[in-house]
Every structure is written in structure tokens, then in C-alpha cells.
């Protein structure tokens, strides 16, 4: 892996690790393989109300995750500008949004089909 391959392995895993201790006991779940031969330089979550996460981190966090659907949020790891504080802060502001009431505030969300 090249430099900028194994700086985005290192972000990715680093959010994997922080996903564990934080997200999974707010009912995400890793879908991708852990594996980062298999897995590329983006992260699947599940989650049941991925949707609502969705909406919430874009419009009351900046955060712009890519929904998939029906139950999947997918984040993307990009080397050159993203830093291992902006992975940090992604997962701390999917927590707020998970324990500050953002899933029923956009629960009816609808997907944005472009």
C-alpha cells in the first residue's frame, strides 16, 4: 500500500475502532469486511434507522455520510484532507445525534434521489 493507501487503511481502522466502542452499543452494526485488502477506503454501518441518522448528521451535524438503502450509512475516507481529529469527530457527532433525539426528529425523512 502507498502512502496515501495506508493513510486511508489507518483512518478507516481507527474509525472501526471507535465504532466499536461507541456506536455498536447504540445499535450500529460493521458490515464491510475488517479485513482493508477486502474492504477499500470506505466503512458500511447498519443501522435500523440508518435513514434518520442520515438526515440528522447532515443537517444538524455537517456530517455527510452516503445512505444506502435500505438500512446502511456508508463513510469515506479520503487521505489527502481528512485527518484522524475529523474521524474522531464524525463518530462523537454520530453519538450526539444518536443520544440527543436526532433519529426521531427525522425518522419520515425521505431519501434525496439525485
Known amino acids: 500500500v502507498d502512502g496515501l493507501g495506508a493513510k486511508s487503511v489507518a ?6 475502532a471507535l465504532v466499536d466502542g461507541h456506536l455498536v452499543p447504540r445499535g450500529f452494526e460493521l458490515r464491510p469486511p475488517r479485513d482493508p485488502d477486502l474492504r477499500g477506503s470506505h466503512v458500511s454501518l447498519f443501522h435500523p434507522d440508518a435513514l434518520a441518522v442520515d438526515q440528522a448528521l447532515i443537517n444538524e451535524e455537517s456530517v455527510i455520510p452516503d445512505f ?3 438500512n446502511l450509512l456508508r463513510f469515506g475516507f479520503a487521505p489527502i484532507y481528512l485527518r484522524f481529529a475529523d474521524v474522531d469527530e464524525a463518530v462523537a457527532r454520530t453519538v450526539r445525534v444518536v443520544d440527543g433525539g436526532g433519529i426521531d426528529r427525522w425518522r419520515d425523512a425521505k431519501p434525496v434521489v439525485s
Open 11 to 16: 483512518r478507516a481502522e481507527r474509525f472501526i
Open 68 to 70: 444506502r438503502p435500505p
